[in-house]
């Protein structure tokens, strides 16, 4: 849920006003050296699905490089890391997320369609294999 002025180079290079909102969903690019189970390691995630870039860009869904940050530290992830923009515009009503259990079940409720048309373009899912607590 972006506000962020971090935010602002990346709405004017996606074509957007500086003071568009976007929802983004974070997310990795597997590569040879970044597969899904180092993507996932130190994490809780126990599965992922995966869909081809030129997927989502043919959809409309717009991926931003960026980076994520633990405190100060950079992620070493940051090297595939971007954020999928769901949705975005001056109108996404938002701050309904910090409002009362029935105005963020309501936000939920009317950003529900633009998610599920995403995962209807992501595969199956898949469960990570657990690591061995060796490496």
Known sequence: MAASPLYVPLLQRG??????RV???SCFAVTASWPPER??????????????ASTLLAAGYPLWPTEVLDGETP?????VHYDLIVLAGPDLHLEQFAGTK???AAARAR???????LVALLGPTV?????????
């Open 15 to 20: 074509g957007l006003d500086p003071s568009a």
């Open 23 to 25: 929802l983004p969903l």
């Open 39 to 52: 993507l996932a390691a130190q994490t809780h995630y126990r599965s992922y699905r995966i869909a081809g």
């Open 75 to 79: 992620d070493p992830r940051n090297e």
């Open 102 to 104: 029935p105005d963020r």
């Open 111 to 117: 950003l529900a369609p633009a998610f599920e048309s």
């Open 127 to 135: 469960a990570l294999v657990a690591a061995d607590a060796d490496g």
